[in-house]
């Protein structure tokens, strides 16, 4: 019987990225989200304020329910995802309209110029004007953080990588015979790339963390544990 894997990575106080859990487990069901998350709670996992992944059902809800975060739809997948409702020929036009959102200096800028350009849109593309209307501030909550951080802040693209490598060496074996030869698997992986991240640069900036730390930002949207989740 198929099952996804999901994996969860941290950036942490010190700038660093850490692998912080992963499981084995319908994607799309909510409990399993719910639980997921909860046993990241129980292991201490905390001050999260900002979640990055891709639309899976139950996950959004399973966020706020547990860690009262934001929630940051992954920007590449939704692209994907709008341009589907456009003519091929159509998507470089579209694409660079959307774009402009997030060429913005502010969330609030952002959204103006995001809500002008499913206007300018709607005429010939409705359901991707709808499409905007109801993902705003999913695709949009990155940009309430601080600059510096942003691009490592819209998409789980970081995290594919990763992925990547899960999936070739699982596909390697092919079959399991159970989840525990799974974990084996996954878990040798992980085990690598969290000693190689451990030693190799930083991924964000500790002085933008200490920046935040004298700023008036909502404490809903920003603390510097920040997760990406994929499954």
Same mark, same amino acid.
């Given at each position: ?13 010190e =700038? ?6 992963? =499981? ?5 069901a909510?409990?399993f989200?719910?639980?997921f998350?909860?046993s990241?709670?129980?292991r201490?996992l905390? =001050? ?16 706020v329910?547990?860690?009262e975060? %934001? ?19 159509q ?6 309209a959307?774009?402009?959102a997030?060429?913005? !200096?502010?969330?609030a800028?952002? =959204? ?10 709607? !005429? ?23 600059r ?20 070739r060496?699982?596909?390697?074996v092919?079959?399991f ?21 451990q030693?190799s ?8 963390f ?8 909502? !404490?809903?949207?920003?603390?510097? %544990? ?5 499954g």
């Amino acid at each position: 019987m198929p099952v996804a894997a999901i994996i969860a990575v941290a950036a942490n106080t010190e =700038g660093r990225r850490e692998i912080i859990g992963v =499981g084995l487990g319908p994607s799309e069901a909510e409990t399993f989200w719910t639980e997921f998350l909860r046993s990241l709670k129980a292991r201490g996992l905390g =001050g999260v304020r900002l979640v990055i992944s891709d639309a899976h059902t139950g996950l959004k809800a399973a966020i706020v329910r547990v860690f009262e975060a %934001t929630w940051q739809r992954c920007r590449v997948h939704w692209m994907r995802n709008a341009l589907a409702h456009v003519s091929r020929g159509q998507h470089t036009v579209v694409a660079a309209a959307i774009r402009q959102a997030f060429d913005q !200096p502010d969330r609030a800028h952002a =959204g103006e110029t995001w809500r002008k350009v499913a206007e300018q849109l709607r !005429p010939r593309w409705p359901k991707l004007a709808d499409l905007m209307d109801t993902s705003e501030h999913d695709v949009l909550a990155y940009m309430s953080f601080p600059r510096q951080h942003r691009t490592k802040l819209h998409s789980t693209n970081p995290i594919e990588r990763l992925n990547k490598e899960v999936k070739r060496r699982a596909d390697v074996v092919g079959i399991f015979p159970n989840e525990a030869s799974i974990m084996r698997l996954i878990g040798a992986v992980l085990f690598e790339q969290n000693d190689e991240w451990q030693t190799s640069s930083r991924y964000m900036m500790v002085e933008a963390f200490a920046q935040i730390d004298k700023e008036e930002i909502d !404490p809903m949207r920003y603390s510097p %544990t920040l997760g990406q989740i994929s499954g």
